[in-house]
């Protein structure tokens, strides 16, 4: 009965590779987020999606590209990885965009070699 | 747009000892802030939040925060440390009434001391 859940929950990866991590909520929710929490345990919103709309897009490089396939799931799809994506990404939920409680997932924690 | 500065990476305490951990924002509207506490190798998880209601607002597991207009501030306490408290803690602000983003503050690691 996870309310958010991401997948997979480690990544080991070489430079120059491309993953994907999933996320899912059953809460029902209309709005979900990516973060990303550097080494430094800072943490900054990277998209967001509104009933599958993208609703907020920070300034993240291209190849980083979100998918909402439905409202329940939202994928993030990184092409030729590098050292310095290497931090743990955080997805969250919340009822809609105006409604001010997250609730966020165990984090994917990705590491470039 | 908003900012949020939390004063001390690392606050350590005693278990028993009062917790005090500070955060100050930067809003040009008039803000929505949170507190959520990051336990190790875990999501982050709402410990309370302002949302223009009392100013005073009471959180999980005991921990409550106080909204200051004057002071710009919303610092976090609980009388009492717990071992458990242990963790990082994170304060975030959000403009009200808007496509809502949080915007963090950089954390501070309570440790509790025996």
Redesign the interface.
Known sequence: DTA?SQTPKYLVTQMGNDKSIKCEQNLGHD?MYWYKQDS??????MF?YNNKEL??NETVPNRFSPKSPDKAHLNLHINSLELGDSAVY?C?S?PS???????????TRLLVL | AQSVTQLGSHVSVSEGALVLLRCNYSSSVPP?L?W?V?YP??????LL?Y?SAATLVKGINGFEAEFKKSETSFHLTKPSAHMSDAA?Y?CAV?PS????????G??TLLTVNP
Do not use: R
């Not at chain 1, 965009?97 to 984090?107: I, R």
């Not at chain 2, 190798?41 to 709402?46: D, E, I, K, T, V």
């Open positions: 958010v709005t430094k345990k800072f943490l900054k919103i967001s609703i907020i955080f969250a919340s965009p105006l409604q001010e409680t997250q609730y966020f997932g165990p984090g | 929505y949170f959520y990051q190798n875990q999501g982050l998880q709402l939040k949302t990082e994170f959000s009434g808007s496509n809502y983003k949080l915007t963090f950089k954390g």
